[in-house]
């Protein structure tokens, strides 16, 4: 791992032009939670963990539909956003508990009914120990018989979409651009993507994501090496949340939903 990785700052940067990006909350963030909770099926008021929970929006919309979220992060600036949402929503009720913390040593102590990793919130580390590391000490905290769900780039899918695009409209404030390209590194297994920004003040690069990217087979080695079982493992048509979880289809499914138990 580099003294400075991407990751860093990366999301530092997107929390400080949060106001470009209308509804973080929008009806995508709620068919992703609608689906959560199909493929968690937990009991009202149970503890579920979001890992690398950025600002918020499952933690956000999960407690609002009455379970006990602890949403953990390393950015300082995301947590910012995350809090200052819930605060736009609920001035008074006390909203999930937000926690600076890195992955690899989770801040918390559980037990968690279960745990989720949302938007590829898994994959950033250069070395797969460090994503290893990570699931088992998320089955530390999470009680037997706990799930897990891992939303995770497709790499068949990816593999042959080097794209550049725009962010949907409809997802960014007037007056604001956001460009992405995609190109997928066969060898290291990885989507890499750059972000330019277009505002009122200018056109700003965002660091390049660089995102671990598991074929099937070395999803289910990894999740059963953290000590997870039951692994299935769901897809998405394009972009487009199902209601329901289907199968996962190597040419249009753009993500995969893993779901394990512990
Ligand atoms: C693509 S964002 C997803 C955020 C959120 N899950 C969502 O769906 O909106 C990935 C998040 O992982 C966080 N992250 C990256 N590396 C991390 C680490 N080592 N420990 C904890 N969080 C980390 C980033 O700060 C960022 O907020």
New binding site residues.
């Given amino acids: 791992m580099s003294d400075s990785p991407w ?1 860093a700052s990366r ?1 530092a940067a997107l929390a400080a032009i949060d106001p470009a990006f209308a509804g ?1 909350l929008d009806r995508h ?1 709620e068919a992703q939670v609608d689906l959560l909770e199909q493929l968690l099926d937990l009991r009202p008021g149970e503890a579920v963990v ?9 933690s956000i919309l999960l407690h609002e539909r009455g379970y006990n979220l602890t949403g ?4 300082s600036e ?1 947590l910012d956003v995350a809090r200052s949402r819930w605060r736009a929503r609920h001035a008074e009720d006390e909203g999930p508990g937000f926690l600076e ?4 040593e989770l801040p918390v102590a559980g037990p968690f009914a279960a745990a989720i ?5 898994l994959g ?2 250069d070395d797969d120990a460090d994503h290893l590391r990570t699931l088992s000490g998320i089955a530390d905290v999470v009680r037997p018989g706990g799930r897990l769900v891992i939303e995770l780039f497709n790499p068949y899918f990816w593999s042959h979409r080097h794209t550049t695009q725009h962010l949907p409209p409809g997802s960014l404030a007037a007056g604001v651009d956001v460009v992405r390209t995609y190109r997928f590194d066969p060898i290291r297994g990885r989507v890499e993507d750059r972000a330019v920004v277009f505002d009122g003040t200018g056109r700003r690069e965002l660091p390049t994501q660089s995102l671990r990217c598991w074929t099937p087979p070395e999803v289910l080695t990894l999740a059963s090496a953290s000590g997870f079982s039951a692994v299935e493992i769901f897809g998405s048509d394009g972009w487009k949340v199902p209601a329901r979880p289907v199968r996962l289809d190597a040419r249009t499914s753009a993500f995969m939903w893993v779901v394990a138990t512990l």
């Fill in positions: 990751w999301f973080a963030a979001d890992v690398g929970c950025g600002g918020g929006r499952h953990v992060d390393i950015s995301v913390g890195d992955m690899r990793l949302m938007d590829e919130s950033v580390f």
